[in-house]
């Protein structure tokens, strides 16, 4: 990428080039009427002289400023007593009071350099001189004569033509002549205001003329206009500072976090403030890089390095205080530092953030000689900091949730979303001779680690492996974590043996003996490989084939490479039937228990009865698939009451503890079909003394279910015989509110896949906020399923959920931890508070 042009920028004592030949031209213009001494309609009028020369001075006041770059326009009311003198004065005593009007106002206003003034001098004493030229040339005559006016208003604009001239070519000289269009398309329209001033100025001439004491109504006059131009312009900039406000926090709102916070707010800043650059400085903070970014007027993009020395940032920083030097403004030592650096001024603004300072920002070079940085531009940029601190930091927050929502907490590796996000990508930007592979690790007897040396070690053996992976994985593979001991890579190869070939060299990598707390741990995985487009064509397609081939791998002891042959899901659950007879048989399944929480006062309010099944070889079977095995082979009634009566007993034994709560058991939709089931349900219920308002049967939102017929038979005698019911999943299929109303139910659910995203996703955040208020309109009570963070629970609370449930609380435990759980969160002192309330929240691995 080339590097940008940098502008030409010659020093300003070039000007001197263009002084001189400006002064002889002044000479050769006024020669002339000097030494011709041509006749003048009035030159006894001398005391108009001092008159016109207070005249001169108080009109540079009154003019119309246009700001180019360090260069100023002046056009305006200063041509109405040129204009004048022009007309009772001979040009000697014109080119004087213009020549002293011009230094009387550099003196108390500007104080430039001496080349500067004396290049100030000369444009006006050119211009003047052009002006003394014309009416000599044209010889006036009365005042009332129409050609008079002409002749006037001629030799005016030939002053002003000189004088812009003058101008151009130095701008020209010591910036480059690309200036000189937006110079030119700036200043042009001034020529409108001289045509202003040219007839104000004939309207003075005319009334002097009708009596002389008219040249103290008309110093009255142009006081007024002194102060009522001032007072206007005033007003004009406070309009415009405003103006400007709304639409930089206007444009900043826009951004939405999409990165170009620091185009919009440093060229909006920029122009405000008139200055020559605007600079944003954010220093390194956590894994935020440090940020120095630059808005030049003449550059029309960004640059990475600012006009100014660090070492005013940094003092900014360190004290915390708005750091403002200039000419007249600010320590000696700073000015030096500041005229070193070849800036004429600098205001530099701390970013705070809930008071502590996170960078600056900064304005450099005011445009235009006739002002510097005031105490107005402080007090703006100090406000514009403000928003500018809310919106760094907001913007950093939004990446922030944006980070943690696709990256792994415990390895800061990508999670199972960002991994399918990258397949999709790969997918779809593959080359022709490319095939996307995905590598999956599965690290061995982790849970043996965690029995023996405790979560700790557990998670520093996963941190290791994801550093090794890291380190060991080809350039541009996504390294993610998708399970707790399972990790995966995402990467482009030319073939599946490739693929192959890579899984196993990591794998060796892995194989390293680890140190953990002094103890030298082996650790060895199970590697699957999938291959797109030969095993799949969707991202959850891929990954999923990839867990398939790991589960053949943990048997052969190699790494697998998916194939047609292999065993399928489907396959495997008719492999499961057999064996999960038995398990029911033999009580191999175990029900664990996952708290929900009131969101109100976080109190424990019941549970959700979850059953787990430890294969004796596949290892843990995950639920949807014995489930399924169990629906199609006429098992789902024995796995229900297998759910059920645990439930119902564990109940009784809390309410016996002084501890009632509330436990919830799902049922599937084609249990219902199932017209004893409100019996046996009812006979545990009484077998165990437990109150039918103590079970909740949550029922996956289906088609089935909202078709009605004997399912909704069987929910309308569940509920009459006092069973509270609850739609599970909501959110997750077709059904709606309207849906729901014919359903006997008290509970909905919202599905996880929404709370989960409702803090990163505008739209899931919409849509949960959408399910709470219809349900409390419904009358149906609310729980949120899949909350794992604070600031999720801290929305949920905010749209007064009644209840939630996840891992932010607890993972699903069986019952021994259930209880050690129950008694840590309940170790204050019972007698303070109602038995069951959870004092703290903590999340259990």
Same mark, same amino acid.
């Given at each position: 990428?080339?590097?940008?042009?940098?502008?030409?920028?010659?020093?300003?004592?070039?000007?001197?080039?263009?002084?001189?030949?400006?002064?002889?031209?002044?000479?050769?213009?006024?020669?002339?009427?000097?030494?011709?001494? @041509?006749?003048?309609?009035?030159?006894?009028?001398?005391?108009?002289?001092?008159?016109?020369?207070?005249?001169?001075?108080?009109?540079?006041?009154?003019?119309?400023?246009?700001?180019?770059?360090?260069?100023?326009?002046?056009?305006?009311?200063?041509?109405?007593?040129?204009?004048?003198?022009?007309?009772?004065?001979?040009?000697?005593?014109?080119?004087?009071?213009?020549?002293?009007?011009?230094?009387?106002?550099?003196?108390?206003?500007?104080?430039?350099? @001496?080349?500067?003034?004396?290049?100030?001098?000369?444009?006006?004493?050119?211009?003047?001189?052009?002006?003394?030229?014309?009416?000599?040339?044209?010889?006036?005559?009365?005042?009332?004569?129409?050609?008079?006016?002409?002749?006037?208003?001629?030799?005016?604009?030939?002053?002003?033509?000189?004088?812009?001239?003058?101008?151009a070519g130095v701008m020209a000289l010591v910036q480059g002549v690309a200036h000189l269009?937006?110079?030119?398309?700036?200043?042009?329209?001034?020529?409108?205001?001289?045509?202003?001033?040219?007839?104000?100025?004939?309207?003075?001439?005319?009334?002097?003329?009708?009596?002389?004491?008219?040249?103290?109504?008309?110093?009255?006059?142009?006081?007024?206009?002194?102060?009522?131009?001032?007072?206007?312009?005033?007003?004009?900039?406070?309009?415009? /500072?405003?103006?400007?406000?709304?639409?930089?926090?206007?444009?900043?709102?826009?951004?939405?976090?999409?990165?170009?916070?620091?185009?919009?707010?440093?060229?909006?800043?920029?122009?405000?403030?008139?200055?020559?650059?605007?600079?944003?400085?954010?220093?390194?903070?956590?894994?935020?890089?440090?940020?120095?970014?630059?808005?030049?007027?003449?550059?029309?993009?960004?640059?990475?390095?600012?006009?100014?020395?660090?070492?005013?940032?940094?003092?900014?920083? #360190?004290?915390?205080?708005?750091?403002?030097?200039?000419?007249?403004?600010?320590?000696?030592?700073?000015?030096?530092?500041?005229?070193?650096?070849?800036?004429?001024?600098?205001?530099?603004? @701390?970013?705070?953030?809930?008071?502590?300072?996170?960078?600056?920002?900064?304005?450099?070079?005011?445009?235009?000689? #006739?002002?510097?940085?005031?105490?107005?531009?402080?007090?703006?940029?100090?406000?514009?900091?403000?928003?500018?601190?809310?919106?760094?930091?907001?913007?950093?927050?939004?990446?922030?949730?944006?980070?943690?929502?696709?990256?792994?907490?415990?390895?800061?590796?990508?999670?199972?979303?960002?991994?399918?996000?990258?397949?999709?990508?790969?997918? /779809?930007?593959?080359?022709?001779?490319?095939?996307?592979?995905?590598?999956?690790?599965?690290?061995?007897?982790?849970?043996?680690?965690?029995?023996?040396?405790?979560?700790?070690?557990?998670?520093?053996?996963?941190?290791?492996v994801a550093r090794r992976l890291r380190a060991l994985a080809p350039q541009g593979a996504?390294?993610? #974590?998708?399970?707790?001991?399972?990790?995966?890579?995402?990467?482009?190869?030319?073939?599946?043996?490739?693929?192959?070939?890579?899984?196993?060299?990591?794998?060796?990598?892995?194989?390293?003996?680890?140190?953990?707390?002094?103890?030298?741990?082996?650790?060895?995985?199970?590697?699957?490989?999938?291959?797109?487009?030969?095993?799949?064509?969707? @991202?959850?397609?891929?990954?999923?084939?990839?867990?398939?081939?790991?589960?053949?791998?943990? /048997?052969?002891?190699?790494?697998?490479?998916?194939?047609?042959?292999?065993?399928?899901?489907?396959?495997?659950?008719?492999?499961?039937?057999?064996?999960?007879?038995t398990a029911l048989a033999g009580g191999e399944l175990e029900v664990y228990f996952q708290?929900?929480?009131?969101?109100?006062?976080?109190?424990?309010?019941?549970?959700?009865?979850?059953? #787990?099944?430890?294969?004796?070889?596949?290892?843990?079977?995950?639920?949807?698939?014995?489930?399924?095995?169990?629906?199609?082979?006429?098992?789902?009634?024995?796995?229900?009451?297998?759910?059920?009566?645990?439930?119902?007993?564990?109940?009784?034994?809390?309410?016996?503890?002084?501890?009632?709560?509330?436990?919830?058991?799902?049922? /599937?939709?084609?249990?219902?079909?199932?017209?004893?089931?409100?019996?046996?349900?009812?006979?545990?219920?009484?077998?165990?003394?437990?109150?039918?308002?103590?079970?909740?049967?949550?029922?996956?939102?289906?088609?089935?279910?909202?078709?009605?017929?004997?399912?909704?038979?069987?929910?309308?005698?569940?509920?009459?015989?006092?069973?509270?019911?609850?739609?599970?999943?909501?959110?997750?299929?077709?059904?709606?509110?309207?849906?729901?109303?014919?359903?006997?139910?008290?509970?909905?659910?919202?599905?996880?896949?929404?709370?989960?995203?409702?803090?990163?996703?505008?739209?899931?955040?919409?849509?949960?906020?959408?399910?709470?208020?219809?349900?409390?309109?419904?009358?149906?009570?609310?729980?949120?399923?899949?909350?794992?963070?604070?600031?999720?629970?801290?929305?949920?609370?905010?749209?007064?959920?009644?209840?939630?449930?996840?891992?932010?609380?607890?993972?699903?435990?069986?019952?021994?931890?259930?209880?050690?759980?129950?008694?840590?969160?309940?170790?204050?002192?019972?007698?303070?508070?109602?038995?069951?309330?959870?004092?703290?929240?903590?999340?259990?691995?």
């Amino acid at each position: 990428m080339p590097a940008p042009k940098t502008p030409i920028r010659r020093a300003d004592t070039h000007a001197w080039i263009v002084t001189g030949p400006l002064i002889v031209i002044g000479l050769l213009m006024a020669l002339p009427g000097l030494v011709f001494a @041509p006749s003048h309609p009035i030159t006894e009028n001398f005391l108009y002289a001092p008159v016109l020369l207070l005249f001169a001075i108080l009109s540079t006041h009154m003019q119309l400023r246009l700001d180019v770059r360090r260069q100023v326009l002046a056009i305006g009311m200063n041509d109405v007593p040129i204009l004048l003198a022009l007309y009772y004065l001979p040009p000697a005593l014109v080119i004087v009071i213009r020549i002293i009007a011009s230094l009387t106002w550099n003196f108390f206003n500007v104080r430039p350099g @001496p080349h500067k003034i004396v290049f100030n001098a000369a444009s006006h004493f050119a211009g003047v001189a052009a002006a003394t030229l014309v009416v000599f040339t044209a010889h006036i005559g009365s005042a009332e004569e129409p050609r008079t006016w002409l002749v006037l208003a001629l030799a005016i604009l030939a002053n002003n033509i000189v004088t812009l001239a003058a101008v151009a070519g130095v701008m020209a000289l010591v910036q480059g002549v690309a200036h000189l269009p937006q110079f030119l398309r700036t200043a042009l329209p001034g020529f409108a205001v001289m045509g202003v001033g040219i007839v104000l100025g004939l309207v003075m001439l005319l009334t002097l003329q009708a009596s002389p004491w008219a040249s103290l109504f008309l110093i009255f006059i142009a006081i007024v206009l002194v102060l009522g131009n001032r007072a206007y312009a005033r007003f004009l900039r406070q309009h415009k /500072s405003l103006m400007e406000m709304y639409g930089l926090t206007r444009d900043i709102a826009s951004t939405n976090h999409d990165g170009t916070l620091p185009d919009v707010l440093l060229g909006r800043v920029r122009a405000l403030l008139v200055a020559d650059s605007a600079s944003l400085w954010l220093p390194p903070q956590g894994r935020h890089q440090e940020v120095l970014l630059s808005a030049r007027f003449d550059y029309p993009g960004l640059l990475d390095a600012a006009p100014t020395p660090d070492l005013f940032r940094e003092l900014a920083m #360190r004290t915390g205080r708005t750091i403002a030097v200039g000419p007249h403004v600010g320590d000696a030592e700073l000015r030096t530092a500041l005229q070193e650096a070849s800036v004429k001024d600098i205001v530099v603004v @701390p970013l705070r953030s809930g008071g502590v300072t996170i960078g600056t920002l900064e304005v450099a070079g005011r445009l235009g000689e #006739r002002i510097a940085f005031g105490k107005d531009d402080v007090q703006l940029i100090e406000t514009l900091a403000a928003h500018t601190g809310v919106a760094v930091e907001n913007s950093r927050l939004v990446d922030r949730l944006q980070f943690d929502a696709n990256h792994d907490a415990l390895t800061g590796l990508a999670n199972r979303r960002r991994m399918l996000e990258a397949l999709g990508e790969a997918m /779809s930007g593959r080359g022709p001779r490319e095939v996307v592979a995905v590598l999956l690790f599965d690290v061995v007897a982790l849970r043996q680690v965690n029995d023996s040396l405790g979560h700790a070690a557990g998670d520093k053996v996963l941190v290791e492996v994801a550093r090794r992976l890291r380190a060991l994985a080809p350039q541009g593979a996504l390294v993610a #974590r998708v399970g707790d001991d399972e990790f995966a890579i995402e990467l482009r190869t030319a073939s599946s043996d490739a693929a192959a070939t890579v899984a196993d060299t990591l794998r060796q990598g892995l194989r390293d003996p680890m140190v953990i707390d002094s103890l030298t741990i082996d650790i060895d995985t199970y590697v699957g490989v999938s291959i797109y487009p030969e095993h799949g064509t969707e @991202p959850e397609e891929l990954l999923q084939r990839a867990h398939v081939a790991t589960h053949v791998a943990k /048997s052969r002891g190699i790494v697998q490479v998916f194939n047609a042959g292999l065993q399928s899901r489907a396959v495997r659950r008719v492999g499961l039937a057999a064996d999960l007879r038995t398990a029911l048989a033999g009580g191999e399944l175990e029900v664990y228990f996952q708290p929900k929480v009131a969101l109100t006062d976080r109190r424990l309010v019941g549970v959700e009865c979850l059953a #787990r099944w430890e294969h004796p070889v596949h290892g843990q079977v995950a639920p949807p698939d014995f489930v399924a095995v169990a629906e199609h082979t006429g098992q789902l009634g024995r796995l229900n009451g297998v759910v059920l009566r645990e439930g119902i007993r564990r109940a009784r034994e809390w309410a016996d503890a002084g501890r009632p709560l509330v436990v919830a058991v799902n049922l /599937s939709v084609r249990t219902l079909g199932d017209s004893d089931l409100p019996l046996q349900i009812s006979e545990l219920l009484d077998e165990h003394g437990v109150p039918a308002d103590r079970l909740i049967l949550e029922i996956a939102e289906d088609e089935g279910l909202l078709a009605g017929g004997r399912a909704l038979s069987t929910l309308t005698r569940l509920r009459d015989l006092g069973v509270r019911l609850s739609v599970d999943d909501f959110g997750a299929g077709r059904s709606s509110f309207a849906d729901l109303s014919r359903l006997p139910v008290q509970e909905v659910k919202i599905d996880r896949t929404f709370v989960q995203g409702m803090a990163t996703s505008p739209s899931d955040l919409a849509i949960v906020r959408t399910i709470v208020d219809m349900a409390r309109n419904f009358g149906l009570d609310v729980v949120a399923e899949g909350v794992e963070s604070e600031l999720t629970l801290g929305l949920l609370e905010d749209m007064r959920c009644d209840m939630g449930q996840g891992f932010l609380f607890s993972r699903p435990l069986p019952y021994e931890r259930f209880e050690s759980w129950l008694q840590v969160q309940t170790a204050e002192d019972s007698a303070e508070a109602p038995a069951g309330e959870v004092r703290w929240l903590r999340a259990v691995p």
